[in-house]
């Protein structure tokens, strides 16, 4: 079973105002999101990590379809929003057996990707298995229930990118070229607007 925790608690600090807000063809970034994440058919449980501005963000989230876990030291950095998602998952679904990081601001992320994730798990033996873009390796990425200890010992602005380099000989590669193009300031969001 494949849970999916989608950190969405960051301050949007170079935007000014909230990105997990932000529209794009017709739907918040954390709307698209979650829609991607409850339509794949391989999870079980779709988990939302916020953190800065909850209330502003909350009020665009259908609560009924997801679960929202507040990370009250959202400041600390990703390490312990993925500490919060993680031991929300393993409550809610203590038999939980890999768990995919997503993030709100990766707008051509799609339930095929997701898919993908799953059924590549499937067919080997590894442990982790993240997306590739601009030479790197990072989410969407899952994890293997042999890692979930290494999540939950995150620090601060430690991403699970660390678990992924540390573990490489462990880790299955899958191509995703989308994957360079993410949100990080309002510039960006126009010019995806412009050409979509």
């Known amino acids: ?39 794949c058919l391989h999870c079980e449980k779709v988990i939302v990590v916020l953190g800065a501005n909850e209330e502003l963000i909350r009020s665009n989230i259908d609560d009924q379809v997801v679960h929202v876990a507040y990370n009250p030291h959202w400041q600390e950095g990703m ?22 990081l997503m993030l709100c601001d990766q707008p051509f992320v799609d339930s095929f990707l997701i898919s993908q994730l799953v059924e590549k798990k499937e067919i080997n033996d590894c442990g982790i298995i993240a997306s590739s873009y601009r030479d790197a ?23 699970a990118k660390k678990i992924i380099e540390t573990h490489a000989d462990d880790v299955f590669i899958l191509p995703f070229p989308l994957g360079a193009i993410d949100i990080d300031t309002a510039d960006d969001l126009e010019r995806l607007n412009q050409a979509g």
């Open 79 to 100: 390490g312990s929003s993925i500490k919060i998602g993680v031991q929300e998952m393993l409550r809610l679904k203590p038999d939980i057996t890999s768990i995919i």
């Open 1 to 39: 079973m494949t849970g999916i925790i989608i950190l969405a608690a960051g301050s949007s600090s170079r935007f000014g105002s909230p990105k997990q807000n932000f529209v794009y063809q017709g739907k918040t970034l954390l709307q698209r999101a979650i829609q991607t994440a409850l339509t």
């Open 137 to 159: 390796l990072g989410a969407p990425a899952l994890f293997d229930a042999k890692y979930f200890p290494d999540l939950l010992n995150l620090q601060g602005h430690e991403g």
